[in-house]
């Protein structure tokens, strides 16, 4: 697979919504930021790779520990944050920021043969590179990259109702609402938070 980079002039983009020229967007492009602090600066998404482990596993701690958007607390970690490799195509992708590791998407696979057409996502940005096109541009590649797979058909997730930011960049790439879990999570205040199943047909334009 084609990783891109500084040789792949073509793939460097101005603006956010900018297909690449020549053909569908890939794991690997690169684009600018669009606004905020990271206006101007390289996003490049590429497939994970073993290596970045350690630095998606602490990304991943930091944001645990804004307490809001995940359901695991930080001393909930699994011993492995990126997803065995699946033999369709990248199971995982991450955002590098200037060359700095920000964002990562995972699409996992059950390993049930009666889910082999399911993926389930999870995304997440630096909270210091939210805001600048990290998280679209993620989400972008890894749809790009599901289309590319004939055998992978739908993308589901689960996200907190009252995170808008999710889903409002979740309604923007297609995904329908498939159902509501009052009270699924529970906080140490006791109070209850509902989320939202969410679903997107992988092939479907
Ligand atoms: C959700 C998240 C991944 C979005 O990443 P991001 O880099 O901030 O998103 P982008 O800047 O690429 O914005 C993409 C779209 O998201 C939506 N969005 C982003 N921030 C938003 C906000 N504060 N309010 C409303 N919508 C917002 C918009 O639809 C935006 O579209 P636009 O480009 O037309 O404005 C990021 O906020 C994050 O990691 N949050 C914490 C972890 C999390 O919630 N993960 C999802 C759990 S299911």
Request: glycine content about 12%; some cysteine.
């Amino acid at each position: 697979m084609s990783t891109g980079g500084p040789a792949d002039p073509a793939l460097l983009l101005d603006g956010l919504k900018l297909p690449a020229p020549g053909g569908p967007r890939r794991p690997g492009h690169l684009r600018r930021a669009g606004r905020g602090p990271l206006t101007g600066a390289t996003i490049r998404v590429r497939p994970a790779r073993p290596e970045d482990e350690a630095t998606c596993a602490a990304l991943l701690q930091q944001i645990w520990a804004e307490g809001d958007a995940f359901l695991t607390y930080p001393d909930e970690a699994p011993g492995q944050v990126l997803p065995p490799n699946d033999p369709t195509g990248p199971a995982a992708l991450v955002a590098e920021v200037d060359g700095a590791l920000r964002g990562l998407a995972i699409a996992r696979a059950a390993g049930l043969r009666r889910l082999a057409h399911c993926r389930t996502l999870e995304l997440a940005v630096d909270a210091e590179a939210r805001g600048g096109g990290v998280g679209g541009a993620l989400l972008d590649a890894l749809l790009d990259s599901l289309r590319a797979r004939p055998t992978v058909r739908v993308l589901r997730l689960a996200v907190f109702a009252d995170n808008a930011a999710a889903v409002a960049l979740y309604s923007s790439r297609g995904f329908v609402e498939e159902g509501r879990r009052a009270g699924w999570s529970q906080e140490e205040s006791g109070a209850l938070r509902d989320d939202l199943l969410m679903r997107l047909e992988v092939h479907a334009r």
